[in-house]
């Protein structure tokens, strides 16, 4: 089975198209949506909607517990606080309930899915270090565990003698022997210095990540955060992937 990843979407109408686009392109089986598909950007309810007629499996993330009102913004920076307040007002109430009612972290197919980190999810902590990793890879059991949050795509490993291995390719061939936890980046605010979107796969037959960047219409969403009146360094930030 040929699994397909998209994350943090970010209400960012234009890089979700893009990429369902070049999903489609390449192919894929199924289509799982690691979390906060809204917050930050314009276009919300399109992109809830778009999420529940593509997504096989979706979670929720801190952004989507903010905007139903399930999480306290006062830790969020004022632009993503000003953004969910924005968000909540727009939010139609069917697309409140749908993500009120998913999961923050959840096992499929024999793997592990979650928004933040297999240890304490509900804490939205991130994994940047390899000691993030080392930690977080004593509370899950799965052969891998893809996450999202953090906005930056990685593939790390854990050897059977607890050996952290950080790939430099966004490309692999996983050891059966190892245990993985993939990051598969941002579509709609990525944060790794590269302004395309990411997505992922997974094959389970042949046990192959990929991480794949793709182009969409920047300026084009930056435009309609503007006339939503949304702030100046959360359209700016799109153009550096920063
Ligand atoms: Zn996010």
């Given at each position: 089975m040929r699994l397909a990843f998209v994350s943090d979407i970010h209400s960012n109408l234009e890089a979700f198209e893009s990429c369902l686009a070049h999903l489609e392109r390449m192919g894929y089986d199924s289509l799982v949506c690691l979390g906060d598909t809204v917050g930050y950007g314009p276009?919300?309810?399109?992109?809830?909607?778009?999420?529940?007629?593509?997504?096989?499996?979706?979670?929720?993330?801190?952004?989507?517990?903010?905007?139903?009102?399930s999480l306290d913004t006062s830790y969020f920076n004022e632009y993503a606080?000003?953004?969910?307040?924005?968000?909540?007002?727009?939010?139609?109430?069917?697309?409140?309930?749908?993500?009120?009612d998913l999961d923050i972290i959840t096992e499929k197919w024999e793997l592990l899915f979650a928004h933040s980190t297999p240890f304490q999810p509900e804490m939205w902590n991130y994994i940047f270090t390899t000691e993030d990793a080392r930690l977080n890879f004593a509370f899950f059991e799965q052969f891998i565990?893809?996450?999202?949050?953090?906005?930056?795509?990685?593939?790390?490993?854990?050897?059977?003698?607890?050996?952290?291995?950080?790939?430099?390719?966004?490309?692999?061939?996983?050891?059966?022997?190892?245990?993985?936890?993939?990051?598969?980046?941002?579509?709609?605010?990525?944060?790794?210095?590269?302004?395309?979107?990411?997505?992922?796969?997974?094959?389970?037959?042949?046990?192959?990540?990929?991480?794949?960047?793709?182009?969409?219409?920047?300026?084009?969403?930056?435009?309609?955060?503007?006339?939503?009146?949304?702030?100046?360094?959360?359209?700016d930030r799109l153009a550096y992937g920063r």
């Open positions: 276009d919300p309810n399109e992109c809830v909607d778009l999420v529940r007629k593509k997504v096989t499996l979706c979670l929720a993330g801190n952004h989507d517990h903010a905007v139903i009102g606080r000003q953004a969910a307040s924005w968000t909540s007002s727009m939010l139609k109430s069917e697309h409140v309930d749908y993500l009120r565990c893809f996450i999202g949050h953090s906005h930056q795509p990685f593939i790390v490993a854990m050897t059977p003698e607890g050996e952290i291995k950080v790939y430099s390719e966004p490309e692999a061939d996983l050891n059966p022997e190892w245990r993985y936890i993939v990051n598969v980046g941002s579509v709609g605010q990525p944060r790794d210095g590269n302004p395309d979107s990411c997505v992922g796969f997974y094959d389970t037959e042949t046990r192959r990540v990929q991480l794949q960047r793709v182009p969409y219409d920047i300026e084009k969403v930056q435009e309609k955060m503007e006339l939503a009146g949304l702030h100046r360094f959360l359209i």
